[in-house]
Nanobody
Framework: QVQLAESGGGLVQAGGSLRVSCAAS????????MGWYRQAPGKQRELVAM???????NYADSVKGRFTISRDNAKNTVYLQMNSLKPEDTAVYYC???????????WGRGTQVTVSS
C-alpha cells in the first residue's frame, strides 16, 4: 500500500525559510509527477508546485521565485524549499504523487506551515 509521509512543517516568522519533505513508501513503481498542494482555512486546496521524473517543474504564480521543488527519484522523495515566507503562505501542505504504472493519485496527510507576521 502506497503511503506518502510529509515532514518539516512548523512555525516560522515572515521572511524566514522552511523545507518540507515527502517520502513515498510501499510502492513497486516510481511516480510520474510529485508535487505539493496547500489548503488554508476556509479556502480550497491549491497547487503550489509540481515536478516530473525528468525534472520539469511548474509553480503557482504566488510562490514563483520564493519556493523551489526538487526530488530524489531513487528515494521517491520530493522536497519543497520555501524562502521569503509570508503570512499568506500559512496552510496545511499536502504531498501529492501520481503513479507511473497505475496512474493513481496519492495524497499525504499534510503538514502544517504557519508563518507569523
Amino acid at each position: 500500500q502506497v503511503q506518502l509521509a510529509e515532514s518539516g512543517g512548523g512555525l516560522v516568522q515572515a521572511g524566514g525559510s522552511l523545507r518540507v519533505s515527502c517520502a513515498a513508501s510501499g510502492s513497486t513503481f516510481s511516480f510520474a509527477v510529485m508535487g505539493w498542494y496547500r489548503q488554508a482555512p476556509g479556502k480550497q486546496r491549491e497547487l503550489v508546485a509540481m515536478i516530473s521524473t525528468g525534472g520539469g517543474t511548474n509553480y503557482a504564480d504566488s510562490v514563483k521565485g520564493r519556493f523551489t521543488i526538487s526530488r530524489d527519484n531513487a528515494k521517491n522523495t520530493v522536497y519543497l524549499q520555501m524562502n521569503s515566507l509570508k503570512p499568506e503562505d500559512t496552510a496545511v501542505y499536502y504531498c501529492n504523487a501520481v503513479g507511473d504504472k497505475d496512474l493513481r493519485t496519492y495524497w499525504g496527510r499534510g503538514t502544517q506551515v504557519t508563518v507569523s507576521s
